[in-house]
């Protein structure tokens, strides 16, 4: 579904526009990222992240050396949506991720959403014009593509906030370019081992979401010109395949699905959906691994860790089942068990940053702070950006009486997380009693900085 449909105002493009530059395109897209991650959630859970950019990457595998370096996300909104911006980056939504049944599917998409991407079907329908800039180019997409559906309200304040002086344009994927991005996704789908039926059975399923009104068609649909035209395509080009290829059964996809449904889907609807799943499949670990995730998320832990561990019979290496068992026994306090736990989890897969992460919050809560420290300062050493440990990290100092290391990383967590005040505080305090010079020039720096924003912000942010 791509990028598909702009509203912007007053400006058209003639057939022969001028696409926009490898550079201004990579602009447009680091405008968008900004507006999608200032009004709608990411799903950063590895399990879901790898595994989504891992089929990202196979597909980009058999394909020709491309000039961006590709990104893949999943946004948690309930409606059926996936779009690329330009540059590269593919956004599918946790609805339409969730509605999908084989890898197959979610392979489909994505090559198809990389075609578009390729085919540099949005850069050749922008004018290099000074009109219209590249933060409202962005804006204005952000608004139609994220609006429909579930978060029209957030969209709307995006798009309004975005329009320049009543100026306004519509860019839209033509019925050549949705045949052009079919034939290559179908290509890169079949090098790297896909089936197209994928792509239509996704296609056929998003298709069954347009009822009656037009504010229940899927955003996919509206972005995507001639559907029923792009589904008679795709199967006319699988009768001819002289060697088709089956569809994917794929633990990985199965596994992150569960997570998936588990944890962010309808309580109710979800927990009634794995009980009857364990009831008909007892020997499937991933029923008992959904029916666990959805106990802990209820509260239920109790019953969580007896499926979990019934998932760990038939799946005794996995690690993120090891992982979110260990999660289950740090929050009910079984801080020696989550240790042991997670220790074999990064036997298995060593260096993951969310194991290494828990694994030093359960040494914490053991009273471990030195390992604890030791481990998390490894973690944010390869991982930069994982707040989270900075904010454990101050937590570990403190608790050991170190209080300018415990105030260092408690500054660093705030800047990160956008809490300049706060952010400020810890710093200071952390300033006369560091004694590493390196840290306390970056300290020194980093409070000029924070001095320099705070001057431009309103009152009353934190």
């Known amino acids: 579904m791509g990028i598909g449909l702009f509203c912007f105002i007053g400006l058209t493009f003639p057939r022969s526009a001028v696409a926009i530059t490898i550079k201004e395109e990579e602009e447009l897209s680091r405008e968008f990222q900004k507006l999608v ?42 409606v059926y949506n996936a779009f690329a911006t330009p540059a590269g980056h593919i956004y599918i939504n946790s609805g339409l991720f969730a509605a999908m049944e084989t890898e197959d599917e979610l392979a489909g998409i994505i090559a198809h959403e990389i075609s578009h991407v390729v085919s540099r079907h949005i850069s050749q329908k922008i004018e290099r014009s000074k009109k219209v800039n590249i933060a409202t180019l962005a804006g204005v997409a952000a608004g139609f593509l994220l609006g429909a559906g579930g978060a029209a309200t957030a969209a709307n304040a995006v798009t309004i906030g975005s329009m ?5 344009v519509m860019l839209a994927y033509s019925r050549e370019d949705e045949i052009q991005a079919d034939q290559r996704g179908l290509e890169y789908l079949g090098k790297s081992g896909y089936s197209g039926e994928g792509l239509i059975s996704i296609l056929k399923k998003i298709r069954s979401k347009q009822w009656f009104g037009s504010e229940q068609v899927p955003n996919y649909l509206m972005t995507h010109p001639a559907s029923e ?15 088709p290829v089956d569809q994917t059964d794929s633990y990985e996809f199965r596994r992150a699905h569960t997570y998936l449904v588990a944890n962010y889907q309808d309580v109710d609807l979800t927990l009634n959906l794995f009980k009857d799943a364990v009831a008909n499949r007892p020997g499937d670990p991933l029923a008992h691994y959904g029916l666990g995730l959805i106990m802990a998320r209820t509260g239920n832990r109790r019953d969580a860790v007896v499926h979990l561990k019934a998932a760990l019979e038939k799946r005794a290496f996995d690690p993120y089942i090891l992982t979110d068992l260990g999660k289950i026994y740090i929050q009910e306090g079984s801080y020696p068990q989550a240790v042991s736990i997670l220790e074999s989890s990064l036997s298995i897969d060593p260096g993951d940053p969310e194991r290494l992460f828990f694994l030093g919050r359960a040494l ?88 320099a924003e705070l001057k431009q912000m309103p009152a009353g942010l934190p």
């Open 37 to 78: 991650l200032s009004h709608f959630q990411l799903i950063k859970d590895p399990i879901i992240v790898n595994y989504v950019n891992q089929i990202g990457q196979k597909i980009l595998a058999v394909m020709p050396a491309q000039p961006f370096a590709y990104r893949f996300y999943v946004v948690k909104e309930d």
């Open 364 to 451: 914490v809560g053991m009273e471990r702070f030195e390992k604890a420290a030791e481990i998390l300062m490894t973690l944010v050493a390869n991982n930069p950006d994982y707040e989270q440990a900075y904010y454990a990290l101050g937590e570990a100092f403190g608790r050991q009486g170190k209080q300018a290391d415990s105030h260092y990383y408690l500054g660093l967590y705030y800047r990160k997380t956008g809490k300049p005040k706060t952010a400020y505080f810890h710093l200071n305090r952390a300033l006369p009693d560091i004694a590493d010079p390196a840290k306390k020039q970056q300290i020194e720096n980093l409070l000029k900085v924070i001095n």
């Open 229 to 243: 035209d792009r589904i008679a395509y795709i199967d006319t080009w699988l009768d001819r395949r002289s060697n």
């Open 164 to 168: 320049a002086a009543g100026q306004s």
